[in-house]
């Protein structure tokens, strides 16, 4: 129970470190626009698909996991 508690405080703080890196990645991209310098566009464009990779992985994983607890418990309901 100890690890799934710590395993499941890991994946929301790399999910919630995802969410900042696609906004970060974003506001690079945009700012980077706006001084037409193609650095910082390159870079914001690497953290946005980074971000989206990271979210995407996650965002199933939590599925599943959710998925599997709610067949568990309809069948504990039977």
């Known amino acids: 129970m100890k690890t799934e508690s710590a395993t499941s405080t890991l994946e929301t703080t790399v999910a919630s470190l995802a969410n900042k890196a696609t906004y970060t990645g974003a506001g690079i991209t945009i700012s980077g626009g706006m001084m037409l310098s193609e650095i910082p566009l390159i870079f914001g464009m690497i953290f946005d698909v980074l971000g989206l990779l ?24 039977e």
Do not use: P
């Not at 199933?60 to 709610?70: I, P």
């Open 54 to 77: 990271l979210n995407w992985y996650y965002k199933e994983k939590e599925y599943k996991n959710t998925t599997a607890e709610h067949k568990r418990r309809m069948k504990d309901l």
